[in-house]
DNA sequence: TAGTTTTTTGAACAAGCATTCAAGATGTTG
DNA sequence: CAACATCTTGAATGCTTGTTCAAAAAACTA
C-alpha cells in the first residue's frame, strides 16, 4: 500500500536544524520548504501543519536525546565518572561558535502555556532527569539520588544558558567543580 | 520645548510584561498597540519600531533587575545571608502560577545572532554576576569570589528553567543546598 | 496494460504582519 | 490671538504569513 516517499528522518533532521536555530514561531513553512526540499502540499499531507511539524522535530530531537545519554551512562564503568564526561561534552559543545544551546530548553521557554506542546517537552526533560536519577539509585539512596539528579538538572540548565553568552570554558568548568563537588572530577584525563 | 505626551515609563512597563510572556517574535505590534493604548504613529515616533521598543523594555527590565540586586545585598548584614534570601524568593517566584522565567534569559536565548540585542542583553546578565562577584571579593579573595559568582549564575538560569516546567519547591531548594553548599541556608528561618 | 490509490506540484488564498504618512489635534511661544 | 512646533490619529501600504486545493505525476494492483 505504501508508495515511495521522501525520507522523512531526512526532513525530520532539516527541519529540527532550523527550529532549534530559529525558534518555532520566527521559522517561517516557507524557509521549511526551502530547507526541506518539500513543497507545501506534501508537508501539509504529511505533518498536517506547522505545530504538527514541529512536535515531530522534538521527538526527533528528545528521543535521540535520551538514547544518547542512556547508551553513555551505561557504557561507562563507573557511573559517576560516565556522568562527568558527559558534563564535559556538554561544556566542549557550548564554546563552538554554531552553539544555539538545547532545542528542549529554548523550545520550553519559547512556548506558550496555551499549547500542549509545553508539557510534551517537559515529559522529554523529565525523562532525561529519571535516566540520572535511576542510574544514581544504584549507588545512593532513592531520595539522595532524586536530590543529586536534581541539582545536575539545574547545572545542564545553567551551563547551557551560561554558555550562550560567555565563551570562558574556564568558569564554566569551575562552576562544575564547584557545584557538583560530589562526582569524581579529579579522575579525569586533563 | 517638550510638550505633554504618554506615560512613557507605564507603557514601557506594559510592552515588557508583554514581551517577556510572549517572546520578541510572537508579539505583534497590533497586540503592543492595544496593551499600550497607543497608536502606531505614537509608537514609531517615539521609539523607531519593533525593535526600538524592545530594546527600551530590555533596558527598563534590565535596570530595574540590576538595582535591586543591588538593593537587597546592601542592605542584608551578612552578604552571604542576603544572597540565600535573594535565591530563595527566585525559588517563591518560580512556583507562582504566571510565571514566566526571566525576561532577560529567556530574550537571550530566542534572539538570533545576528541581532546587536543579543550583546546588550549579555551585558546585563554579566552586570549582575559582577554584583555578585564584587559582593563577595569582600569576604573571599578575588578569584574565589569569580567562581563562586559564576556558580550562582549557573544556579539561578537552571533554576529559572528547571522551575518552568516543575513544581516541586523542595526539589529546588535541595538542589540549591547541595550545589551552594558553601551558603549559610541554615541561618534561615524556616 | 488499465485502473486505482497515493504523492507531488505550485498557484492561489485570506489573514496578519510591521510600517508609513498626510491630516487633525494639542500644547507652547511670541 | 496668531504662529509654530510637537504629538496623535487611523486608514492605507506592500509584504509575509500559514494553509488549501485541483490538477498532474508516480507507484502500486490486477
Redesign the pocket.
Known sequence: ??????DRQDVLEKATSLFWREGYSA?????LFEVTG?????V???FG???GLFKESIDFYGKRSVEYLQAKLSNDDTIEQGICELLLSLVDESTQTDYCSCFLLKSQLELDNQTSLKQHIADYLLTIENVYSNRLATIYGEEEAKQKAASIMVHIFGIRVYGYHTNSKEQILGSLRLGLSWLPWSQLAH
Do not use: D, H, R, V
Not at 500500500?1 to 521522501?6: E, H, L, R, T
Open positions: 500500500m505504501p508508495k515511495i516517499q521522501f521559522t517561517s513553512m516557507q524557509a518539500l513543497k507545501p502540499g506534501s501539509y499531507l504529511a501543519n506547522k505545530e
